[in-house]
């Protein structure tokens, strides 16, 4: 059965730092583009970060320079380094698993930052 367990949200103040993990499955983690999504209430959930089995990354435009994603294969863990917290980064954190061409598509349950002002 595939798991995605999320871990490390909370709240924290403006300019703080959290780290979120997710440990995958290994057979699933070895051959996924892993990534982190987000959905703040009344909006629909957008992309954070990614990142490849080679390790090739992208970040949405609103967290470059803030937010770094990494991945641990040893550990089947990927992390997302968030720094300089803003109150507009409050949302439900999800970690996603895919691997479009056998349809792959896997998403954990959540996990929740909240940035007070």
């Known amino acids: 059965q595939v798991q995605l367990v999320e871990s490390g949200g909370g709240l924290v103040q403006t300019g703080g730092s959290l780290r979120l993990s997710c440990a995958a499955s290994?057979?699933?983690?070895?051959?996924?583009?892993m990534g982190w999504y987000r959905q703040a209430p009344g909006k629909q959930r957008e992309l954070v970060a990614r990142?490849?089995?080679?390790?090739?990354?992208n970040y949405a435009d609103s967290v470059k320079g803030r937010f770094t994603i990494s991945r641990d294969n040893a550990k089947n863990t990927i992390y997302l380094q968030m720094h300089s917290l803003k109150p507009e980064d409050t949302a439900v954190y999800y970690c996603?698993?895919?691997?479009?061409?056998?349809?792959?598509?896997?998403w954990g349950k959540g996990t929740l930052v909240t940035v007070s002002s």
């Open positions: 996603n698993a895919q691997r479009p061409i056998i349809g792959m598509d896997y």
């Open positions: 990142i490849t089995t080679s390790d090739s990354t």
């Open positions: 290994k057979s699933i983690f070895s051959i996924a583009t």
